[in-house]
Structures are given as C-alpha cells and as structure tokens.
C-alpha cells in the first residue's frame, strides 16, 4: 500500500484539464418552460414505452434526467402510468410480443395523445426490420407524430424530438 501511495505521490496526476464551460451550448430553460405551458397548459408528463429494445436508447432518456440535462427542470415529467401521460416515447423495434401492450398503452393515453418514436429500431426496424418475432418499426402498430433516428440517438436529439412533437401539436403539419 505505501509503495502506491510514493507512487502516487511521486507521479502527481496525470490528465487533462477538464474542459470550461460554454454557455453557447444551454438551452433556454425558461423559454421551454415558457412554450410548454404557452402549448399544453401544463408541464408535459410522458411515459416511456420499450417495446424490445437493446436499452442503448433508454440509457440516453435516463440521460435526460441527469442533473446535466435536467429536463424535469423545464417541466417534462416521466410518468409511470399512460393514463397521466401527454406523450409516449417509444424505443425498440416492436416484437411480437410487445404489440397487444403497446396497442393498450397507446388506447390508455388520454387524447390528444403525441407519440415519439425513439431510435433507428423505433423509427424503422433497424437491424432486426420485420421477422417472426418482430413487427419493426413503431409507426406499423400506433401512430407516430415523430421519430428520432439514431443508434442510439443522443438526449439533446431526444429532447429536439420532444419538444419538435410538443410544437407539432398546436401547429399541425
């Protein structure tokens, strides 16, 4: 132990310097806010749908939660029932046995409902596309108002989508 710690002590540390921060690179947190509520009239509640995913998606949404993004910040709230929720994220291709839930997820959301499709597998199958086991993309079993690509995509683009869906629906088309 004392032979690491003169190692230590001897070789100091040994890495960069972290990077300073930028503030070109926030997002308006008040204005979103400010949107949202202009929009919805109240904070935006989604819930999270995998419908057979590898969970590279969901490790970027939980990103989304971290003090570094901090969307609930903004007034975006995960919720753990479809029936409180104004949106469903929805990642992975959708396999066969994922349909029928995904259908009565989509059916408990109170209208108007908004639908995310999240990731390569979400927007168009991905690398597992079609087969006996699964039913590709999300847009083949519930309406999609807007897909994310990426493998997985990045929170700054998950959230864009959000935000792009929330806008969609006081300015269809």
């Given at each position: 132990?004392?032979?690491?710690?003169?190692?230590?002590?001897?070789?100091?540390?040994?890495?960069?310097?972290?990077?300073?921060?930028?503030?070109?690179?926030?997002?308006?947190?008040?204005?979103?806010?400010?949107?949202?509520?202009?929009?919805?009239?109240?904070?935006?509640?989604?819930?999270?749908?995998?419908?057979?995913?590898?969970?590279?998606?969901?490790?970027?949404?939980?990103?989304?939660?971290?003090?570094?993004?901090?969307?609930?910040?903004?007034?975006?709230?995960?919720?753990?029932?479809?029936?409180?929720?104004?949106m469903l994220?929805?990642?992975?291709?959708?396999?066969?046995?994922?349909?029928?839930?995904?259908?009565?997820?989509?059916?408990?959301?109170?209208?108007?409902?908004?639908?995310?499709?999240?990731?390569?597998?979400?927007?168009?199958?991905?690398i597992f596309?079609?087969?006996?086991?699964?039913?590709?993309?999300?847009?083949?079993?519930?309406?999609?108002?807007?897909?994310?690509?990426?493998?997985?995509?990045?929170?700054?683009?998950?959230?864009?989508?959000?935000?792009?869906?929330?806008?969609?629906?006081?300015?269809?088309?």
């Open positions: 132990m004392w032979r690491i710690l003169k190692q230590i002590a001897r070789n100091g540390i040994r890495s960069e310097a972290p990077p300073e921060p930028s503030d070109s690179l926030r997002v308006g947190g008040e204005r979103i806010q400010r949107e949202l509520l202009d929009i919805l009239g109240q904070a935006l509640s989604i819930r999270q749908v995998d419908a057979g995913s590898c969970n590279g998606c969901e490790l970027e949404i939980n990103a989304l939660n971290n003090p570094y993004h901090n969307i609930e910040g903004l007034g975006i709230r995960f919720v753990a029932s479809p029936r409180h929720a104004d994220l929805v990642t992975g291709p959708v396999s066969r046995h994922m349909e029928l839930a995904l259908r009565r997820t989509y059916d408990a959301a109170p209208d108007p409902k908004l639908v995310v499709a999240v990731g390569d597998c979400g927007c168009d199958g991905g596309g079609e087969s006996y086991a699964s039913c590709g993309r999300v847009a083949n079993i519930i309406p999609v108002d807007v897909a994310v690509p990426g493998c997985p995509p990045p929170p700054l683009e998950i959230l864009r989508g959000i935000l792009t869906a929330v806008r969609s629906r006081i300015s269809p088309g």
